[in-house]
């Protein structure tokens, strides 16, 4: 059989683009998915030599979706791994607070997009010969417990959980196994605000530590590698010392 593919969404940057590098490391063809195409591109010659396929995508639009999936199966054939990353902060506002329009926007990315692509992904691998593949939903932290002012990223990944227990169970008949990694303080762009201060749950602001990207890169891919007999069905992978048991 050739060499397994793999479709990773928000895959320009942060932990998309550090998980796209392990992927393509561990002898995989990547397509990398994100709105922006540059960063894409810059990743995906990264690991050229690895085989990899540049594919603007925007998650929220299911039109977008299915052109992604398009090119993947007319590039390789076949789909073997979805590690779905895409998402949204949505920012911080009390919940009396929140914006309507920013909640149509976040559920749309982290909810909508995530399900758009899971879909695309799950009936490329029910049909492909030999069958089956493996789902990797980002979940988060906060799909156990949220930050203050969060809600709308806090409800879209909570949400996330449902849809991998239902991606997974659905996915029985066909040898298709999902998981979800819930990542917490990874250092990438979107946490370089930790290091000055964060509001926690008592209402103070603290500091609060960081890991290497690389860790959550490294979960995914023995994730991804699993034979489809096997499956994690959750995984927490955080800073040590972060304020997450016992937050609150």
């Known amino acids: 059989m050739e060499r397994k593919v793999a479709v990773v969404t928000g895959a320009g940057s942060g932990i998309g683009a550090e998980v796209t590098r392990a992927l393509a490391g561990a002898g995989y063809r990547v397509a990398l ?21 540049v594919v603007p995508t925007d998650v929220s639009d ?4 299915a052109a992604l999936f398009d090119a993947v199966r007319g590039q390789w054939g076949r789909v073997d791994v979805l590690f779905n990353n895409a998402g949204l902060n949505g920012g911080s506002a009390n919940f009396g607070d929140y914006p309507v329009d920013r909640w149509t926007e976040v559920v749309a990315v ?9 879909r695309e992904a799950f009936r490329t691998m029910r049909g492909q010969e030999p069958g089956g593949g493996r789902i990797i939903n ?6 156990h417990a949220p930050r203050p002012g969060s809600v709308g990223y806090t409800a879209t990944k909570h949400a996330i959980t449902g ?86």
């Open 33 to 53: 998915a994100g709105r922006r195409a540059d960063p894409l591109r810059a990743v995906a010659a990264e690991i050229a030599d690895a085989g990899a396929l």
């Open 62 to 65: 299911a039109e977008s979706v």
């Open 110 to 118: 982290n909810l909508t997009g995530a399900f758009l692509c899971a």
């Open 138 to 143: 980002n979940g988060s932290i906060s799909a």
């Open 163 to 248: 849809l991998t227990k239902s991606i997974a169970l659905d996915g029985r008949p066909y040898r298709i196994a999902c998981g979800q990694i819930d990542i917490g303080n990874a250092a990438t762009e979107m946490t370089e605000r930790m290091s000055a201060g964060v509001p926690q749950a008592d209402g103070s602001v603290a500091a609060e530590p960081v890991m290497d990207v690389r860790n959550v890169a490294e979960a995914v891919r023995y994730m991804a590698g699993l034979p489809l007999d096997a499956n994690v069905p959750f995984m927490t992978v955080m800073a040590t010392n972060m304020p997450y048991i016992g937050r609150g």
